[in-house]
């Protein structure tokens, strides 16, 4: 399939064509009618730079400005962007009472005053906190703008709790992502434009069609090997572009290939972007232990290799490091198998997580446990177009992907047969779908794996 952008590829200009996006947001943002402005943005866009400044524009505006993020962590990140950039810019971090509630770096910040009671940080120019935390602030005089971060991740009712808090609101997410997480079953409410387990954005587009939307057009983490298929597969019509073209960034090893799999497969990413280690097909326990093996194996040859990448960040090659690794699962007993392995290797300082926990983070190398390899049957869970998403573009330079062979049959052998829900919008592309293009893909970057 032909990018969306491909068309005139020389002309186009990453930086002010991203230029232009952010400078339309902030013009709705600040000078706009409508009391929310919605941002779409795809993996590595730069959304929390996105946030930061138009965080930064609304204070030196003299707009007094709260920001919702979704966990902890994502908050300390806020705050500390937002210190590095404006150092003496007093920012109020609302924390819970929990005994260890926000990252020890914040202590070493002066601009910086931290409380559990939002009274303690009333005029500052700017407070951030959990939505969670938000839910239990009661005031009379509200903020004049919000900023809600990984919108997509809020669910609409908690977006309700806390909308009675500001007059207007900027929400920046990533409509390709996991949808937000819920506890308890919400078939009661499919179709109802209430329903409390959709996200914050779709729900307020349903009851506030006529508000700006806006889309970042280009990906500053995918390199140009990545962005086309993540762009296809999980972005059909809100295509980007990656920020860097072929040859911007190479990816090389120190050390020759012995001839394994592994190795076979690392130099096929290095050199294409994209791998896929294939074993045999086989129906496996969840925590298949041949391809938890083959998983490990590929990160301890990646480390042993020598690997160094070369950037537009960098001309001179920087080592490929343990923490500029990742390793993404399905579920959290595959990512405990894969730890246990990579130990057994010798290998520390990986990052090894579920889709969810990875989502938003960004690293050189990538290796990927296939959601549905080795499965006897394909789950609405293990179709889930977000979790792929995720997986497949948290890199910038190369993902390998292992799997057992068979995949392709095993949708063909298992259409949707999820019930037809009145009042919902269609997910596009679905998970079907959506795996079937990046099985296509992977099948020119297929290696097997003999263990």
């Known amino acids: 399939m032909n990018h969306p952008l491909s068309a005139g590829a020389s002309r186009f200009d990453p930086g002010a064509e991203a230029g232009r996006a952010t400078a339309a947001i902030l013009h709705d943002t600040l000078h706009g009618a409508h009391r929310g402005v919605v941002v779409d943005s795809p993996p590595g866009a730069g959304k929390s730079t996105l946030?930061?400044?138009?965080?930064?524009?609304?204070?030196a505006a003299g707009r007094p400005l709260m920001v919702i993020a979704q966990t902890n962590a994502q908050v300390d990140d806020l705050v500390l962007r937002l210190a590095e950039k404006e150092p003496d810019l007093p920012v109020g971090r609302l924390h819970s009472n929990d005994t260890d509630p926000y990252d020890k770096a914040l202590d070493d910040l002066a601009n910086v005053r931290k409380s559990a009671k939002a009274g303690d940080l009333a005029g500052l120019d700017i407070v951030i906190s959990t939505a969670a935390k938000w839910a239990h602030v009661k005031t009379t005089e509200p903020w004049t703008h919000a900023i809600v971060d990984e919108a997509y991740q809020m669910r609409s009712d908690a977006l309700l709790a806390?909308?009675?808090l500001f007059e207007r609101a900027l929400f920046v997410?990533?409509?390709g992502q996991l949808d937000p997480f819920?506890?308890?079953g919400a078939e009661q409410w499919a179709g109802l434009s209430y329903d409390p387990s959709a996200s914050a954005v779709s729900t307020l587009l349903a009851h506030n069609p006529e508000l700006p939307q806006h889309r970042l057009p280009v990906s500053w983490r995918l390199p140009a090997s990545a962005a086309p298929l993540v762009s296809d597969a999980f972005y059909p019509y809100t295509p980007f572009r990656s920020g860097t073209g072929h040859g911007d960034r190479r990816l090389s090893f120190g050390v020759a290939s012995d001839g394994s799999g592994p190795d076979r497969v690392l130099?096929?990413?290095?050199?294409s972007g994209w791998g896929l280690l294939e074993l045999p097909a086989r129906h496996t326990?969840?925590?298949d232990p041949e391809a938890v093996r083959a998983v490990a194996q590929v990160v301890r040859r990646l480390l042993d290799r020598g690997g160094a990448a070369v950037s537009e960040r960098s001309p001179d090659p920087v080592p490929l490091t343990?923490?500029?690794?990742?390793v993404g699962t399905a579920h959290r007993d595959q990512a405990a198998a894969v730890r246990a392995a990579l130990a057994d290797l010798g290998v520390v300082g990986v990052a090894?997580?579920?889709a969810n926990r990875l989502q938003g983070r960004e690293f050189d190398v990538t290796v990927v446990l296939h959601p549905l390899s080795g499965r006897p049957d394909a789950t609405a869970f293990h179709l889930e177009t977000g979790r792929l998403c995720v997986l497949a573009s948290r890199h910038r330079h190369a993902c390998v992907v292992v799997c057992r062979e068979g995949v392709a049959d095993l949708l063909d052998e298992h259409p949707s047969t999820e019930p037809v829900q009145l009042g919902v919008t269609v997910k596009f592309p679905d998970g079907w779908e959506a795996n079937h293009a990046v099985l296509a893909h992977l099948a020119e970057h297929r290696v097997p794996y003999r263990g």
Do not use: H, K, M
């Open 267 to 271: 130099d096929e990413a290095a050199a």
């Open 51 to 59: 946030v930061v400044r138009a965080a930064l524009e609304l204070a």
């Open 182 to 184: 819920s506890i308890v």
């Open 352 to 354: 090894v997580d579920t």
């Open 322 to 326: 343990a923490d500029r690794v990742a």
């Open 162 to 164: 806390v909308a009675g």
């Open 173 to 175: 997410g990533d409509p």
């Open 285 to 287: 326990p969840r925590t």
